[in-house]
């Protein structure tokens, strides 16, 4: 073959090599980020647990075939600075596209385990007879979903929801040999970022209510995939809930106007209005009404929902204090009702005392008696009540 004619096939060829490897590549979808990774072939599916099968699915995926996706995941982390939270949701996505959930349950969950194990992450499985649980060590407080104490440890269990319920006492759990990785680092369930969503997946909420003869209406830009994201998110310490912060459409589209009306009153005056906002400007549900148990949501879910309760509305009107004032405040928890109280430079009304300074009461949801700043329900004056959570500024 001549010089110019064996160039020319060469360079068919690689033509030809890079067309199938980008029909080999695919794209993972995650909020608006399109992730590529090559295409990739599971490992045989499994169907009966024992400690045997499980360990024979984690030491069938080869580390040099993975090698592409857990770049794609550290490349993403570094560029976004990915909390854990979401983090996990991508985990989730990318283990789907490696072997679909409902193809074959038990190795999805196996694909999540080695991912988050290879992530650095100290994660664990139990198994049952019909059970495949995947736990990873945390050191926070969460509330409503199986946790484990090891070695002085707690592991928490990231795939409860997916089987609703288990009767912990009719199954016995036993935990396969334990895969040890290296200066691995707690899951957290702090979220301080949330990813950048695609500008397509907002719409306009018109939030309106009438306050003291006067109409007020507000436009709103909120995503669908706020509710996506936090789907599973378990309940979790106030201090965590509550700092969640607003993604920037759904920031830009509200603060400025609330500040706007807020401008050129007094402290006092500006939080009440953030808290009458907060009170009248949606419509009210309990969680159990809602989700049939308890849910913590953000700021932003609760911007997002139709209905929210009282600890939703707590954690909006902390929200907006927080950026338009922030104020030293308190979350007071009582047996069946949740509140703020805010550090003014002088007291007003109804106070919580905390470490020898007084919080006025602040009554960000509705009730029968339209409250202002430093008014507390009357029949909550004697009743027992809990500090949750007291926020400092600068802390």
Avoid at 91 to 100: C, D, E, I, T
Avoid at 102 to 119: C, D
Avoid at 360 to 369: G, K, N, T
């Amino acid at each position: 073959m001549k010089a110019p004619h064996r160039i020319l096939f060469s360079l068919l060829l690689l033509l030809a090599l890079n067309v199938t490897a980008q029909q080999k590549s695919i794209h993972i979808d995650f909020f608006g980020e399109s992730i590529a990774v090559p295409a990739h072939t599971p490992t045989p599916a499994f169907n009966e647990l024992s400690e045997q099968t499980i360990e024979a699915a984690v030491a069938a995926i080869n580390t040099e075939q993975m090698q592409p996706y857990l770049d794609a995941l550290t490349a993403y982390t570094q560029k976004a600075e990915t909390d854990d939270w979401p983090y996990y949701q991508l985990v989730r996505r990318v283990a789907q596209q490696l072997s679909p959930k409902a193809a074959n349950y038990y190795r999805y969950t196996i694909y999540k385990y080695w991912l988050l194990l290879h992530s650095g992450y100290d994660a664990r499985l139990t198994y049952s007879s019909n059970y495949l649980l995947l736990y990873v060590q945390s050191n926070e407080s969460i509330y409503n979903i199986p946790y484990r104490m090891q070695e002085g440890k707690q592991y928490v269990c990231l795939n409860y929801h997916d089987y609703g319920s288990i009767d912990f006492a009719q199954n016995r759990f036993h935990q396969i040999p334990v895969h040890v990785v290296a200066d691995a680092r707690p899951f957290s369930y702090k979220v301080v970022r949330l990813p950048q969503f695609a500008s397509t997946d907002y719409t306009e909420r018109q939030v309106e209510y009438e306050d003291g003869g006067s109409r007020y209406r507000f436009r709103i830009k909120v995503n669908p995939q706020i509710k996506t994201l936090f789907t599973n998110y378990p309940v979790v310490d106030y201090s965590l809930q509550f700092n969640i912060p607003l993604s920037g459409p759904t920031y830009q589209s509200l603060i400025p106007s609330l500040q706007k009306e807020v401008k050129g009153l007094k402290p006092k005056e500006g939080v009440d209005f953030l808290m009458r906002f907060t009170r009248y400007a949606f419509l009210f549900k309990n969680d159990s009404e809602i989700f049939g148990s308890e849910k913590r949501m953000s700021a932003e879910q609760t911007l997002l929902s139709e209905f929210s309760d009282c600890e939703d509305r707590a954690a909006l009107f902390f929200f907006l204090v927080k950026e338009i004032y922030n104020l030293p405040m308190l979350v007071i928890t009582y047996p069946k009702h949740v509140t703020v109280a805010v550090q003014f430079d002088k007291p007003f009304g109804n106070t919580i005392e905390y470490n020898g300074m007084k919080y006025s009461v602040c009554e960000p949801s509705p009730q029968r008696l339209d409250l202002s700043v430093g008014q507390m329900l009357p029949e909550l004056k004697n009743q027992a009540y809990e500090i949750a959570y007291a926020y400092k500024p600068g802390h």
